[in-house]
């Protein structure tokens, strides 16, 4: 049997990896004393790597495919397919910034101010990229970690990760300049995308983690209503296209189905109560396919 080599990134995107792929459809069992998890596909072979390693073990072959920041990709200069983006980070469904941060009182105000200066970071050939591209000449230097809070003593300034500022703001640092915008992708090795079975199987996950994608965040509602007062009900609707709307037993009446951001139900369901919603039904979704 053919087997697909992914790559599952082990540390702080593990867990929303995992939960992705369940939302999918394929059930992931890892073991802290393992680096090859279970899964529930005889065609995969998954293997926990680091995200800030997965890049380059994607372009040599070690893995036909697997998940990894743009990021990282950047870091390693790694020469791989990009299959899809996957919004979605260890704490939110949205991208991350690499941000250069300074103490609240530092006289550095833009990256021309780091002429000379050292600097921390994780990122350190993308930072040192960029800062050639500035025409800054300034020491970088890897951050093994807890980077926020090394300026001022050990570092003037740092380059981190950042999804809400909420870190940054607590070790008194100030964003001066965001240098990259980041968010998870699917890559795969190319000789691996060239297979035509490999390349198939791939496209298949793809559908289906976008589905779970764009699935986060939205719920299912179905409900009855008496068609005389369906159009009061599709007034107050907003739906993902056209609600469906199906003929009931009786012909009086007729069911809707729709999808809504979840945040948004416990508003609307009290208004289509009032507008002659009956057997008014939520539920939780795994996947929306367009």
């Given amino acids: 049997m053919s087997k697909l080599k992914l790559g599952i990134p082990k540390g702080s995107l593990e867990a929303a990896t995992i939960d992705l792929f369940r939302r999918a459809g394929f059930n992931i069992t890892t073991s802290s004393r393992s680096y090859f998890p279970a899964i529930d596909d005889p065609e995969i072979e998954c293997m926990m790597i680091r ?9 040599d072959g070690v893995l036909d495919a697997g998940l990894t920041g743009y990021d990282w990709i950047m870091e390693t200069d790694a020469k791989v397919e990009k299959i899809t983006d996957l919004v979605y980070s260890k704490q939110s469904f949205r991208s991350v910034r690499w941000v250069l941060a300074v103490p609240e009182n530092s006289p550095i105000q833009s990256v021309k101010d ?20 500035n025409n800054v000449t300034a020491k970088v230097e890897f951050s093994w970690g807890a980077t926020e809070v090394k300026p001022p003593v050990l570092a003037d300034a740092i380059v981190e990760v950042t999804e809400t500022g909420s870190s940054l703001r607590a070790n008194k640092l100030r964003i001066v300049e965001t240098l990259v915008e980041s968010n998870t992708q699917f890559i795969a090795n190319q000789s691996s995308w060239n297979d035509p079975w490999k390349r198939r199987k791939l496209d298949d996950i793809k559908l289906l983690l976008e589905g779970a994608i764009a699935a986060m965040g939205k719920v299912g509602l179905m409900l009855n209503v008496e068609s005389k007062n369906l159009q009061s009900v599709l007034a107050v609707l907003p739906a993902l296209k056209n609600p469906t709307i199906s003929p009931l037993a009786n012909g009086d009446w007729v069911a809707v189905n729709t999808i809504l951001d979840e945040l948004t139900v416990r508003t609307f369901i009290p208004r289509l109560k009032e507008a002659g919603a009956q057997g008014i039904v939520e539920y939780p979704l795994n996947k929306i396919v367009m």
């Fill in 51 to 59: 995200a800030q390693e997965m890049a380059r073990y994607v372009e």
């Fill in 114 to 133: 780091l002429e000379g200066k050292i600097i921390a970071t994780e990122l350190v050939k993308f930072t040192e990229r960029y800062l050639a591209k």
